[in-house]
């Protein structure tokens, strides 16, 4: 499988130079971090899915899924603290609003087979929670996103709940729900649209401060679709969707072959004025008689809510690796064949899911992280826009120290918008098919002008 790498196309903004001083690094978990852990940076609290000591049985100790929250992520994780969720619980997610509140969501399956969201809150970091509050008692299979709590005005906050699996009346799919101070949790009503959501891409759902709501999710076909709620999410309206960039150096062998395009993990986020959307950019494009090259990119573009209008599309990442998508396992001198299957896995890997993740510093700043295929590793990357979203600085490793691949890096700023702050899994070594002792946790820090 041949990897190349690219510049980029002619007609495409360059990407500025930015210089950056590498910060701390810590390993959160040098092993037995799940792979669903989910981790995310909550302003300057790190959070993951654990699985959290629950005694012994037969005298064998036991572990029930978890959360845990780390108030100090370069400290280390004994330093964390740990809540166990249930013995049957998945499906973790949690938030942070602007005044240091968590609030976390999980999905426990009850007695009956069916499911139930519960969602607890913390008011010390993580220290101490309420008692869990049952939000929705369901006999189909719910699921969580990463994104799916979000804090509203006034101190309200807002659940996205999505029903995966199961018979679903049409345009019940996708759940809104709402806690305002003083109130229980309330179905405030359903997303239009989303009955062929696709199973494998994560969504994003977000609050503006004037209580607009916005989710983007992508249909089964690969169709990025994005929705916005200025009713507390009664209603819904499509707001449209930015343009996809040129299609770079098409060819084929075949007559009518055409490129196939997909969209894929979108992270939405208010940014003053209007919704900021970063999303990931499938393409696999016929080559020679049975083949094909792929490459996927990392795009962004701001909705402008006075102008109800998208801007242009904007390529994020300053390289583009190209795949071939032929191979001969076999064929691979010096190889086994489990080491040739390491090498596909990787590449795939490190040029399909990127799951970008925009943030939006107090100062207006703004960057978009996701992982990226270097070399012969997967590696965490952001890049930075200081106008709006119009220029990207040059993609900025954010690992200096970690030699094996990464995956699902998600980030935050500082309060000045002068540091980046990472958190993300780590694979050991170059093997990404075997991992015995589970996968590491860490965080990275880069410092900024």
């Not at 280390?76 to 499906?91: F, K």
């Amino acid at each position: 499988m041949g990897a190349s790498s690219l510049g980029c196309s002619r007609g495409e903004p360059a990407h500025r130079p930015v210089s950056f001083t590498p910060g701390r690094e810590a390993e959160i978990r040098g092993a037995k971090a799940p792979i669903d852990a989910t981790p995310s940076l909550l302003g300057t609290i790190a959070f993951w899915q654990d699985y959290v000591p629950a005694g012994t049985r037969n005298g064998k100790p036991t572990y029930w899924p978890g959360a845990a929250f780390l108030t100090s992520p370069f400290s280390g994780a004994e330093d964390a603290h740990r809540l166990e969720v249930g013995p049957a619980a998945y499906s973790v997610s949690a938030g942070s609003s602007s005044e240091g509140d968590i609030t976390l969501a999980y999905v426990d399956s009850d007695s009956a087979g069916g499911s139930v969201v519960e969602v607890r809150t913390s008011r010390d970091g993580g220290r101490s929670w309420s008692a869990p509050h049952s939000v929705e008692r369901e006999t189909d299979v719910l699921r969580l996103d990463p994104d799916s709590l979000a804090p509203g005005p006034n101190g309200q906050w807002y659940l996205l709940v999505r029903y995966r699996l199961g018979k679903v009346k049409p345009g019940m799919l996708l759940r809104v729900y709402r806690k305002a101070p003083g109130e229980d949790w309330g179905l405030m009503g359903a997303v239009p649209g989303s009955d062929d959501l696709s199973t494998f891409d994560a969504l994003s759902f977000d609050v503006s401060p004037g209580g607009s709501l916005a989710v983007a999710f992508v249909t089964y076909e690969g169709e990025l679709r994005v929705k916005q709620s200025t009713d507390g999410g009664r209603t819904w309206v499509s707001i449209g969707l930015p343009d996809r960039p040129r299609m770079p150096g098409l060819r084929t062998l075949l007559p009518g072959m055409r490129p196939t395009v997909r969209d894929g993990m979108p992270s939405i986020r208010w940014i003053g004025g209007g919704w900021g959307l970063a999303w990931e950019e499938h393409v696999s494009i016929p080559s020679g008689l049975t083949g094909s090259d792929a490459h996927v990119d990392t795009l962004f573009s701001k909705h402008d809510a006075a102008g109800a209008r998208w801007t242009r599309t904007t390529r994020i990442n300053d390289q583009r690796i190209v795949v071939a998508g032929t191979v001969n396992i076999l064929g691979q001198v010096g190889k086994s064949v489990m080491q040739a299957l390491e090498d596909l896995h990787r590449k795939s890997r490190g040029t399909e899911l990127r799951y970008p993740h925009l943030v939006v510093a107090p100062t207006g700043r703004f960057a978009v992280f996701w992982t990226e295929l270097r070399g012969l590793s997967i590696v965490p990357v952001a890049s930075i826009s200081d106008d709006g979203g119009i220029e990207w600085s040059a993609a900025i490793a954010l690992d200096s120290s970690h030699q094996g691949d990464t995956d699902r890096v998600r980030g935050s700023f500082s309060a000045d918008g002068k540091a980046l702050q990472a958190i993300y899994l780590t694979w050991p070594g170059e093997s990404s098919l075997r991992a015995d002792d589970g996968l590491g946790l860490k965080v990275a820090e880069v410092l900024l002008p």
